[in-house]
């Protein structure tokens, strides 16, 4: 066996006790237990020492973790949506896309809303996330009112129709399916802008 072959299965193995340790917290995150250095090293089927080898610290491995995740779970392309003419169909057509990935990934989500409280260094992590909603926001606000008191109601409406906290209750509490809330939402953002028109603030 030769020295080049020697190293490159040492790499190969090296990658795939990453690649474990990554899915076990991963699985532990998602199922809403907590993922504990021994928790994880347990379901990944090695020492602690080889986790803090590979991750040495919180931010290394939470950061792995969502690479990992969002490159399995993809959020909606912006891009897809932004050259429908039609305001409200846009809105309408995101968020359905919204939504659904919101119910494919709820569980995951719904931990790491639980998760972010306790943790600065996972909400940290996670701010190229939120980046991307508020990007998705500005995306769905073309063609609706943006200056005033009807943009700020506007822009508070399409932010609180994307989030997943609205998408659950909605959902959840309320009852309603997706096409539902969905629809729901696009008539709360049309009602923001007229409300604002009718109350005195001209819309543009």
């Known amino acids: 066996m030769t020295r080049k072959y020697r190293m490159k299965r040492r790499a190969e193995r090296q990658e795939e006790t990453r690649r474990r340790i990554i899915e076990a917290t991963v699985e532990l995150h998602q199922a809403g237990g907590e993922a504990t250095i021994s ?75 639980v998760a972010m409280e306790r943790s600065a260094t996972l909400r940290e992590v996670l701010a190229p996330y939120f980046a991307y909603w508020e990007a998705v926001r500005e995306t769905l606000r073309a063609g609706w009112p943006r200056e005033g008191e ?30 539902e809330a969905v629809a729901l939402m696009v008539e709360l953002v049309a009602a923001a802008a007229t409300t604002a028109r009718t109350s005195g603030q001209p819309a543009e």
């Open 39 to 113: 928790a994880i090293a347990k379901l990944a089927g090695v020492q602690r020492p080889t986790v803090y080898r590979h991750f040495p610290d919180e931010r290394s491995l939470l950061t792995a973790c969502t690479g990992h995740y969002l490159a399995l779970n993809p959020p909606p392309d912006p891009l897809t949506w932004r050259d429908i003419a039609d305001k409200e169909e846009r809105l309408r057509v995101a968020l359905t896309a919204v939504y659904a990935y919101h119910r494919r990934t709820e569980k995951m989500f719904a931990s790491a809303a």
């Open 150 to 179: 009807a943009g700020r109601r506007v822009r508070a409406a399409i932010g609180h129709a994307l989030g997943f906290e609205t998408w659950r209750s909605l959902t959840g509490a309320q009852g309603l399916d997706d096409t």
